[in-house]
């Protein structure tokens, strides 16, 4: 069974400055992999998606994640944080056969100036 | 309109009461899910239908009962509404084929006294 840990509850950066929200998951073979971002009173975005090809992936909003198999990890950064980027943040593995997403406990993010 | 609606966007009941939460989608996907949020606790899944004649348990399905009344439609009931089931209750659905992404509606926040 596929699992998803989100080693940070919750992160304070400044204004300005760069990101890593850090995900690690298990799953046995290659896993589809997923942030999405909660901003407050919201539902949830995709904000970019790995299964294959380019381990760097690019989303929406300037965010980008890479897959590291060796390290199982499928960390999200930012160069430069903006105040909207305040949100909650979630990673979540799924597997070929749409067996149904699991997530990660979720990281708080919290800017300031 | 959103392609993912759900009803009722908030709701406040007391022990013991039948609620429904209801889901409906414009996205014309086969699959529907209905996800519980508590903070720090990120997501987890109670149930999910990949179509109209599927049902399956989710990891916290205990205290609740769907139901897949078309495809483009997935109801949530808590037969005897208890205060830990205080939470945000999301649908979101999926496409057959694809990597899973799941597209969310904006959530129901349901209070239980």
């Known amino acids: 069974a596929q699992s998803v840990t989100q080693p940070d509850i919750h992160i304070t950066v400044s204004e300005g400055a760069s990101l890593e929200l850090r995900c690690n998951y298990s799953?046995?073979?290659?896993?589809?992999l997923f942030w999405y971002v909660q901003s407050p009173g919201q539902g949830l975005q995709l904000l970019l998606k790995?299964?294959?090809?380019?381990?760097l992936v690019q989303g929406i909003k300037g965010f980008e994640a890479e897959f590291k198999r060796s390290q199982s990890s499928f960390n999200l950064r930012k160069p430069s944080v903006h105040w909207s980027d305040a949100a909650e943040y979630f990673c979540a593995v799924g597997a070929k056969g749409n067996t149904p997403l699991v997530f990660g406990k979720g990281t708080r993010l919290s800017v300031i100036a | 309109d959103a392609d993912v609606t759900q009803t009722p966007r908030n709701r406040i009941t007391k022990t013991g009461k039948r609620i429904m939460l209801e889901c409906s989608q414009t996205k014309g996907h086969d699959r529907m899910y209905w996800y519980r949020q508590d903070p720090g606790l990120g997501l987890r899944l109670i149930y999910y239908s990949f179509d109209v004649k599927d049902i399956n348990k989710g990891e916290i399905s205990d205290g609740y009962s769907v139901s897949r009344q078309a495809q483009a439609k997935f109801s949530l009931s808590l037969e005897s509404a208890i205060p830990n089931q205080t939470a945000l209750y999301f649908c979101?659905?999926?496409?057959?084929?694809?990597?899973?992404?799941?597209?969310f509606g904006e959530g129901s926040r349901l209070t239980v006294l």
């Open positions: 799953y046995g073979a290659t896993p589809y």
């Open positions: 790995y299964f294959s090809g380019d381990t």
């Open positions: 979101a659905t999926s496409d057959f084929g694809t990597t899973g992404e799941l597209f």
